[in-house]
T-cell receptor
């Protein structure tokens, strides 16, 4: 089955700096890659997603890049703010053949210090 | 848009009792709902997938007789933990997707279950 690896497990940056989180996946049939932000005691919140027919997507301070050949995708957060502190999860899906199930990475705990 | 609610947000029960958790899509019709559990500082583990009007599909290792899932309408799915034991204590989270964007899952706020 699909295996999603996520690095780093923890990341500490200063306010205003950029943060990058990387994920790799094993199943070349994966075609959908969402990123979720989870604050303590809350459910995950979809922050950005990308499909396999594009290489990059941006939404204000957040961007995701996808390299299908290398089977990895990354989350980029620019001009980080303390409220960006949370756990971030990447996921991958092969779509209909798996019932649209998401395979999650183990998460990255991001801390943005003022 | 795409709001998913869960009720209750937290529940404490005695060992041996059953607990029902509701998951509702508030502003869209959810053709598919997913149930996850999450232990502290760990990732989300998919328990089962349910489509409206069909039996749920359980992941390997998840006991279907212990975790009863009902997806009776396009806006409501329920998870019942039967004969709960302390090891069932966890954070249970549901998600929902629509037929228009079947691969996009919107998550509820989660339910913290504590079994004494």
């Amino acid at each position: 089955g699909e295996n999603v690896e996520q690095h780093p497990s923890t990341l500490s940056v200063q306010e205003g700096d950029s943060a990058v989180i990387k994920c790799t996946y094993s199943d070349s049939a994966s075609n959908y890659f969402p990123w979720y932000k989870q604050e303590l005691g809350k459910g995950p919140q979809l922050i950005i997603d990308i499909r396999s027919n594009v290489g990059e997507k941006k939404d204000q301070r957040i961007a995701v890049t996808l390299n299908k050949t290398a089977k990895h995708f990354s989350l980029h957060i620019t001009e980080t703010q303390p409220e960006d502190s949370a756990v971030y999860f990447c996921a991958a899906s092969i779509g209909l053949n798996s019932g649209y199930a998401l395979n999650f990475g183990k998460g990255t705990s991001l801390l943005v210090t003022p | 848009g795409a709001v998913v609610s869960q009720h209750p947000s937290r529940v404490i029960c005695k060992s041996g009792t059953s607990v029902k958790i509701e998951c509702r899509s508030l502003d869209f019709q959810a053709t598919t709902m997913f149930w996850y559990r999450q232990f502290p500082k760990q990732s989300l583990m998919l328990m089962a997938t349910s489509n409206e009007g069909s039996k749920a599909t359980y992941e390997q290792g998840v006991e279907k007789d212990k975790f009863l899932i009902n997806h009776a309408s396009l806006t409501l799915s329920t998870l019942t933990v039967t004969s709960a034991h302390p090891e069932d204590s966890s954070f249970y989270i549901c998600s929902a997707s629509t037929s228009g964007r079947s691969d996009t899952q919107y998550f509820g706020p989660g339910t913290r279950l504590t079994v004494l």
